[in-house]
């Protein structure tokens, strides 16, 4: 009966909406077009505003979207336009009127030029600001910097504001994980291993902008207590063919290159694209781990371990798509994405282990080698139902996860001062596993009494989780199943959703935007080999609340609120145990709750450029890696468990300097504090930290079109969980140089001058010592080469939801 009550509630979401805006649609004029630069490259988030002619009085204003459009919706009459965007000469359109034989204005596109001044015969082009905040969300200009040419992804991503990735790969924002990554608004699909992966096999040469939105709204999946950020990439807007090849070289201790071809062709009433790219990405990993275990005869058991890993991937990836147009009003499309990785490990640890009066070593040699394959599916239909802006689109999602590979361990037990193992131990496991995911979405856009912005949709999503362990004992070169150590466990999942939101203004200098989300979640996890099964049903609302005050021309607030959600990942609900060490191992909990956040943030921003981000943060039931240490036997598991509640509190500052016209600095700086509470042994502890985060980017622009960065960051002593984390801080340089029309870019980076990022972790309970040290080879460095080709007249891609933030929780 509640389930009935809980779905009636999604659908009324929806009706509630629809019905709405079934009468409330007006006829109303439209002033359209796109923005660019003199590349031909759009101009996102620029500033239009629309003036009466008759007494030249601001009428109303808009910015562009991500591809440089504006639709502004007004009444019948004469106006003209002003555009300006940092960087770029002001534009002052001609004479626009707006009347029942013309309804809909199209400008087409509007080129703007760069502000151009010359300095003691040195031409110097003013320098765009690299971070932009809006209403809800802050956008990082990456395209065009040095230090993206050469770099990965991943690597671009660790230096945008407030973002942080810890020694696993997990991404924190603000001091906090939980952060939900989509790529041109869909999902990454992955886990935080993958994820990373996938983002440094990806050239930064791809990326646009990357958006940070600390406070996601109702149109987004609720899950990601931190945060969502969308990695934009660029896109080619020009008829015909056109596109762009890069490759590049990276040593970093182990041999490192990238190549890539980014290709479109749209020809009448089609547009297609395919991106290619090709990698090898080496690491090598220095380690060092210390733990103190006593037992309960007072007998203290010490590992001092040291170790050395070498990683080497392969990551092809390919995405292609088509889009049809219909007619003026439908379209449709179908884009495919193909990721895959070649991966062998080899992890060689040398332990000391000294038990009383006992001493003894030993040599463990892991081993990792495995493939994995991610491909996506996408079925796109847009239907516009006026030109004002109402439509409604709908998405069909596949994607197909699998990985095919195994481990080997070798465990070679040393007496003290003996040279020849007394005894070898040979494990080995297979793991495959595999991840079938659908998901339907429908959403609707539109107006409510021609002044209300609506948003409305509905999603279902199907998962099937399927992962198996086999185990095996090695002993005179034959296998043997070890069935305490094998398992195989097969995990479901449901999720129906709905939303609805508002958006409108408030008088001349509020603007707000409220909505509602409802999800109902079935799963279902067994495990084969335990012979049980674990069933979760739950429902929750996910309330979020947006408003922009603008209460000066040179000071504006916006004041963010939302609820959020974690689920935890597949992997860590099965049960069984994943072999690390004969001393160390992991353990996933079929009983992991979902971990549930109240966030709220206020945004200041001053003088159009100087921001202030105050963030309040809120978790229950914390989802974090617990080593539970046994004194009796020496081991230690680590299990993934719900520890209470975790508090954040963050201020984040953007400040952007330019001392010279040729030297600009984008300065941020973040100060948080965490509040960590669980219950350990039957006891509460409490781990808490203030910690700081500073990043500045210095960009020079240079003559001949030289272009030099250096960047430098800090973090401060903090906390995650149950561990303390040590002081991290780096510097990277790169320099670009164009040539040939500026269609050739080469540049130079090197990263972790000083070889300082390195991570250190430790924790300190009832005297039981788990200690952690590594580096993870950043110290790099790299030459890249990227040659740009274009013709044609401009086109745009289309826009496709692909939101599943169920492949994002999908283990590695």
Not at 73 to 83: E, Q, R, S
Not at 110 to 122: F, G, P, S, T, Y
Not at 269 to 278: E, H, M, Q, V
Not at 343 to 356: A, M, R, S
């Amino acid at each position: 009966m509640q389930t009935l009550k809980n779905m009636k509630t999604i659908l009324t979401l929806l009706t509630l909406t629809l019905f709405l805006t079934s009468f409330a649609q007006a006829q109303n004029g439209l002033i359209k077009g796109v923005l660019t630069d003199n590349q031909d490259a759009p101009l996102p988030y620029s500033n239009v505003a629309v003036y009466q002619s008759s007494d030249s009085s601001l009428l109303t204003g808009s910015i562009t979207d991500a591809e440089g459009q504006f639709y502004i919706n007004v009444k019948y009459g004469d106006y003209y336009l002003k555009i300006s965007a940092v960087g770029f000469e002001t534009y002052l359109s001609k004479s626009i009127t707006v009347n029942a034989n013309n309804p809909t204005i199209d400008l087409s596109e509007i080129k703007l030029e760069e502000d151009v001044q010359v300095m003691d015969a040195v031409e110097v082009k003013a320098m765009r600001p690299q971070v932009i905040v809006e209403a809800d969300k802050m956008v990082v200009s990456v395209e065009g910097t040095a230090m993206a040419a050469g770099a990965t992804a991943y690597e671009v991503l660790e230096k945008s504001p407030g973002i942080f990735v810890d020694q696993d790969g997990n991404i924190q924002l603000n001091g906090k994980s939980g952060v939900q990554v989509m790529i041109d608004g869909r999902r990454s699909y992955l886990s935080a291993a993958d994820l990373q992966n996938m983002l440094q096999g990806m050239s930064a040469d791809n990326i646009k902008t990357i958006e940070i939105i600390n406070n996601p709204s109702a149109k987004y999946d609720a899950e990601g207590n931190a945060g969502i950020i969308n990695i934009t990439l660029k896109k080619n807007n020009i008829q015909g063919v056109n596109g762009s090849v890069n490759a590049g070289y990276r040593y970093n201790e182990m041999q490192n290159y990238n190549t890539g071809l980014q290709l479109n062709h749209k020809k009448g009433d089609w547009n297609s694209f395919i991106n290619a790219d090709l990698s090898q990405r080496g690491r090598i990993r220095d380690a060092g781990f210390y733990r103190e275990i006593t037992q309960n005869n007072g007998v203290t058991t010490i590992f001092d371990q040291t170790g050395k890993e070498y990683v080497n991937r392969v990551i092809p990836s390919l995405r292609l798509g088509t889009d049809y147009d219909i007619n003026d009003m439908q379209s449709v499309g179908v884009m495919f994405n193909i990721y895959g990785q070649d991966v062998y490990h080899d992890f060689n640890i040398d332990t000391e282990l000294e038990q009383g009066a006992n001493e003894f070593m030993i040599n463990s040699d892991n081993q990792i080698d495995y493939r994995f394959l991610n491909t996506q599916g996408n079925l796109h239909y847009v239907h516009k139902l006026d030109t004002n802006g109402t439509k409604i689109t709908a998405d069909l999602n596949y994607v197909k996860l699998f990985n095919d590979g195994g481990s080997s361990f070798t465990n070679s037990y040393f007496q003290e001062g003996n040279s020849e193992p007394y005894s070898v131990e040979r494990l080995e496991n297979e793991n495959p596993f595999a991840y079938d995911i659908y998901s339907a979405q429908v959403d609707f856009e539109g107006k409510l009494f021609d002044e209300i912005k609506v948003e409305s949709g509905l999603k279902a999503s199907h998962v099937v989780s399927d992962n198996e362990l086999n185990f095996y004992e090695i002993e005179d070169n034959q296998r043997t199943l070890d069935p305490e150590r094998t398992n195989h466990f097969i995990y479901t999942e449901q999720i129906f959703a709905g939303y609805t939101s508002f958006a409108g203004k408030i008088g001349e200098k509020l603007s707000y935007k409220a909505g509602l989300r409802a999800e109902q979640t079935y799963s279902e996890g067994e495990s084969l080999t335990l012979n049980t099964v674990n069933e979760r049903n739950y429902f929750n609302l996910f309330p979020s609340f947006f408003l922009q005050h603008n209460i000066s021309e040179g000071y504006q607030v916006n004041y963010n609120y939302s609820r959020r959600i974690d689920r935890p990942n597949y992997s860590n609900l099965n049960p069984f145990v994943m072999y690390l060490d004969p001393y160390t191992w992991a353990q996933g909990n079929p009983y992991l709750k979902p971990q549930l956040t109240h966030s709220m943030s206020v945004t200041q921003t001053i003088l159009g450029q100087y921001n202030l981000v105050l963030n309040y943060g809120l978790t229950s039931d914390f989802i974090a890696e617990v080593p539970t240490q046994n004194p009796e036997d020496g081991t230690t598991v680590f299990i993934q468990d719900n520890i209470d509640d975790q508090v954040n509190y963050s201020a984040t500052a953007v400040i952007p300097v330019q001392p010279f016209k040729w030297w600009s600095i984008n300065g941020n700086l973040s100060v948080f504090h965490q509040e960590f509470t669980t219950y350990l042994n039957g006891n509460q502890v409490e781990n808490n930290a203030t910690s700081a985060f500073a990043r500045a980017g210095n960009t020079f622009m240079l003559p001949n079109d030289f272009k030099l960065e250096l960047n430098a960051d800090y973090r401060s002593n903090t906390v995650w969980g149950l561990y303390a984390i040590g002081a991290q801080w780096g510097v990277d340089f790169a320099v670009k140089k164009s040539f040939m029309n500026k269609k050739l870019d080469a540049s130079l980076n090197i990263t972790d001058i000083f070889r300082s990022r390195r991570f250190e972790g430790s924790s300190n309970f009832n005297g039981n010592i788990n200690e952690i040290s590594q580096y993870f080879g950043q110290q790099s460095v790299g030459f890249s080469l990227r040659y740009r080709f274009s013709k044609g007249e401009e086109f745009k891609a289309r826009q496709r939801n692909t939101n599943l933030e169920e492949l994002n929780r999908a283990g590695g």
